[in-house]
């Protein structure tokens, strides 16, 4: 059984940083993509970032040049680094493991996210 597991969210003043990790485990044998997406209330959830295995990188718009995605393949870990923080950064934010590959098969899997707060 595979389980995804974020931490890290709060509340921040804006201009603040706050960095999300997430965490894969069970019986994983790869993971393609890690990513990071983003929901507000009323609003579809949005890709936020995204790093493939080999670590190329993707970014929303809205995020560059402020959030840094990273990954630790060996620990089937993604880190989140967002720095100067917008009020409009506020959401609920969500790791998805894409195509997973585990003892089972291949599937996506998603966290059960966690709350960024952004205060002005």
């Known amino acids: 059984q595979v389980q995804v597991v974020e931490s890290g969210g709060g509340l921040v003043q804006a201009g603040g940083s706050l960095r999300l990790s997430c965490v894969a485990s069970g019986s994983i044998v790869s993971i393609s993509v890690m990513g990071w997406y983003r929901q507000a209330p009323g609003k579809q959830r949005d890709m936020v970032a995204n790093i493939i295995s080999g670590g190329r990188t993707n970014y929303a718009d809205s995020v560059k040049g402020r959030f840094t995605i990273s990954r630790d393949n060996a620990k089937n870990t993604v880190y989140l680094q967002m720095n100067s923080l917008k009020p409009e950064d506020t959401a609920v934010y969500y790791c998805?493991?894409?195509?997973?590959?585990?003892?089972?098969?291949?599937?996506?899997?998603w966290g059960q996210g966690t709350q960024v707060t952004v205060s002005s």
């Open positions: 998805n493991a894409g195509r997973l590959r585990s003892s089972t098969g291949v599937n996506d899997y």
